[in-house]
């Protein structure tokens, strides 16, 4: 497997050394603040524990706002950890729960001069038109509608310095997790790899070439899915520039539909709401008496709808909703739930006299099939699918864009996710079928996936959580982590983890329409397609 990226992001002499200086200015106080209370606690295990417990509620929120100063990476780095309670204190994993990752727009004067000094000439002279206003922005670019040789086209323009910034950000960060968290470098070295792969437009629009030529030659998708055509000449440096394709993003229905169903956003983007959920579904420490927090378990990533359903409602609802669960099954209880938020959203369009949505439903599978199509037979596969990344365009296609992390795998790599996908497929739960177990558990091993003691359950339920349908079981407080933690896993292959990474988010994009679906089966019948081509 390689990820459309280069060098390691801490060797480039591309730094910004006064970013570097003014980051541990405000870290470095904090470190020797931790040093000297260790020094003063001395062997007293006790005595440790209470300072310790006493520095991280004083400094959590510094660290925070470390964060939100540099902005970027770290807040990135800092929503990645609060959905990891394991690999830091719990003070830490509640104050970075905080972070959002809204992205101011850059001035205009800036983005004239990156596009001017990439292509070599004034915007005026190259574009009929270019429209000063962002059509998005992102951590390391942002994209505005223009006109070319009378085309509507979307010009990407990266930010100037902010490769710079990135580099000092994430040497930063690697110096620091070699100070106070060692045992986390190997993810902060492939997060290196795959910022280092986003800063290069060039290996993005290869990308975006690659898959816009493998989409159009399916049968199957060429007229269900979109994908922007590249435009060669505006494509130079830090500029992308590719065919616009309108509509709006499928985020926008996605909000409208959680809306309809009274479950308020805040201001956040669907992306921050669903990680604040994921957040809110890991913490196994929370305070019982926080309602608002009991009831916000997301339908889109826990899977819970009707708890989802019943957020802002109180708790009773909410055990009313876990109750309906357990007496009508899991996907029984979603489809329950589908069907209610079908008619609030029809009553309420109907009222504001608009016109019904498309079969969201239906649309988004299209979506979860095109990735594992991606997977198999284009020359790379999106590992980055978010709502905020797909349009819903008038003609009933969808729209697919935005490929700055995409993953190119060997043969040896499809191979083996193809034979883990088909396994999948048809796999009941773990325990029902020893021989489906162990199964599993092979085909996982021969995936390179090693754990301290290869337990049988551990590695039998891993790729189910990651590719399967969604269990009720899966729902108990408890149970994935209890799973999780029966047996370290020391080894878990990039490949693996970046297709699990794609199954996860395109999953909880479906749970936001309360669907449960599986990867796994769907991604079956090309993994079976492209084993029988290359038998």
Same mark, same amino acid.
């Given at each position: 497997m390689s990820m459309c990226g280069g060098q390691a992001c801490t060797s480039s002499n591309e730094i910004d050394d006064l970013r570097f200086l003014k980051f541990w200015m405000g870290v470095g106080p904090i470190i020797l603040r931790y040093k000297w209370e260790m020094l003063l606690?001395?062997?007293?295990?006790?005595?440790?524990?209470?300072?310790l417990e006493r520095l991280h509620k004083e400094t959590a929120p510094e660290a925070r706002k470390i964060a939100e100063t540099f902005g970027g990476i770290f807040v990135k780095a800092g929503q990645g950890i609060s959905a990891r309670p394991e690999i830091a204190p719990d003070a830490f994993v509640k104050e970075l729960r905080k972070l959002q990752s809204e992205v101011p727009?850059?001035?205009?004067?800036?983005?004239?001069?990156?596009?001017?000094?990439?292509?070599?000439?004034?915007? =005026?002279?190259?574009?009929?038109? !270019?429209?000063?206003?962002? +059509?998005?922005c992102a951590s390391i670019g942002q994209a505005h509608l223009a006109t070319w040789r009378g085309?509507?086209?979307?010009?990407?323009?990266q930010y100037p310095g902010v490769a710079a910034k990135m580099r000092s950000d994430l040497a930063n960060i690697t110096m620091l997790c070699k100070l106070v968290k060692p045992d986390v470098l190997p993810l902060i070295s492939s997060m290196c790899e795959q910022f280092e792969q986003e800063l290069n437009y060039t290996l993005e629009y290869q990308a975006l070439a690659a898959i816009h030529e493998g989409i159009n030659a399916s049968p199957e998708f060429a007229s269900r899915v979109a994908v922007p055509a590249p435009v060669p000449e505006i494509s130079r440096g830090k500029v992308i520039g590719m065919e616009f394709l309108p509509g709006p993003k499928l985020e926008t229905a996605l909000q409208e539909r959680l809306e309809a169903?009274?479950?308020?956003?805040? =201001?956040?983007?669907?992306?921050? !709401?669903?990680?604040?959920? +994921?957040?809110q579904g890991q913490d196994t420490s929370s305070d019982a008496n926080d309602t608002s927090q009991d009831c916000a378990k997301s339908s889109i990533i826990s899977g819970n709808s009707l708890e989802l359903v019943s957020s802002n409602r109180g708790?009773?609802?909410?055990?009313c909703g876990r109750g309906i669960v357990q007496l009508c099954g899991f996907d029984r209880s979603m489809?329950?739930?589908?069907?209610?938020?079908?008619?609030?959203?029809?009553?309420?369009?109907?009222?504001a006299g608009l016109n019904a949505l498309q079969n969201l439903g239906e649309l988004l599978r299209v979506v979860v099939r095109v990735h594992g199509y991606q997977m198999f037979f284009c020359a790379l596969f999106n590992a980055d699918p978010h709502p905020g990344n797909i349009l819903l365009l008038p003609d009933g296609r969808i729209g697919l864009i935005d490929f700055g992390?995409?993953?190119?795998?060997?043969?040896?790599?499809?191979?083996?996710l193809a034979k883990l996908f088909i396994l999948l497929a048809d796999s009941p739960s773990y325990g029902v079928s020893a021989e489906t177990d162990q199964q599993l558990m092979e085909t996982v091993l021969s995936c390179g996936v090693r754990t301290e003691n290869n337990s049988k359950e551990v590695l039998a339920q891993f790729p189910r959580f990651a590719f399967a349908k969604f269990?009720?079981?899966?729902?108990?407080?408890?149970?994935?982590?209890?799973?999780i933690t029966k047996d370290k896993v020391t080894d878990y292959p990039m490949f693996l983890l970046l297709a699990g990474r794609c199954a996860a988010l395109l999953r909880g994009l479906c749970f936001g329409l309360q669907e449960n679906i599986s990867p796994a089966q769907e991604w079956a019948p090309y993994a079976k397609q492209w084993l029988q081509e290359h038998a």
């Open positions: 606690a001395g062997n007293d295990a006790e005595n440790k524990e209470q300072r727009a850059s001035s205009w004067d800036s983005v004239r001069q990156s596009l001017e000094q990439e292509l070599g000439g004034k915007v =005026g002279q190259i574009f009929d038109s !270019f429209k000063q206003d962002p +059509l998005g085309k509507s086209i979307v010009v990407k323009v169903l009274g479950i308020s956003l805040g =201001g956040a983007s669907l992306k921050d !709401f669903m990680m604040k959920q +994921l957040q708790g009773c609802i909410a055990s489809q329950m739930a589908r069907k209610a938020s079908d008619v609030r959203l029809w009553l309420k369009r109907r009222n992390f995409c993953v190119k795998l060997d043969l040896a790599e499809k191979r083996l269990e009720s079981k899966w729902l108990e407080k408890g149970y994935i982590q209890g799973i």
